[in-house]
């Protein structure tokens, strides 16, 4: 079983930053895909970023290209989401999520390919 726990959320001004951090237990995660999904008031969770733990791959929502970036920690078992540049588009509560990956078909992108979800940390961008 996996477990993840969230934090680093809180009220930031326009063009600050951020840096969340996704805590999972276990030793090791290799075989895992992590992401970062994020959702405002009235609207559906988005997808924001995921890497593939062993490779280090990453994906990354359009809008959070060269602002975001997703990394992990091998030896803290951890997943970070550095976020720059911040906008009041930005305010969501901020999910991480992970998944198993076993070599097939995945879709990054969908919350629902994703079985192990955090409590969330809110991110608040004032203007």
């Known amino acids: 079983q996996v477990q993840l726990v969230e934090s680093g959320g809180g009220l930031v001004q326009a063009g600050g930053s951020l840096r969340l951090s996704c805590a999972a237990s276990?030793?090791?995660?290799?075989?895992?895909?992590m992401g970062w999904f994020r959702q405002a008031p009235g609207k559906e969770r988005e997808f924001v970023a995921a890497?593939?733990?062993?490779?280090?791959?990453?994906h990354y929502l359009d809008s959070v290209k060269g602002r975001f970036t997703i990394s992990r920690d091998n030896d803290k078992n951890t997943v970070y989401l550095q976020m720059n540049s911040l906008n009041p588009e930005d305010t969501a509560v901020y999910y991480c999520?992970?998944?198993?990956?076993?070599?097939?078909?995945?879709?990054?992108?969908?919350?629902?390919?994703?079985?192990?979800w955090g409590q969330g940390t809110q991110v608040t961008v004032s203007s």
């Open positions: 890497i593939r733990w062993s490779a280090g791959i990453t």
């Open positions: 999520a992970g998944q198993w990956y076993s070599g097939t078909y995945f879709d990054y992108y969908s919350p629902r390919e994703y079985d192990y």
């Open positions: 276990g030793r090791t995660f290799s075989g895992i895909v």
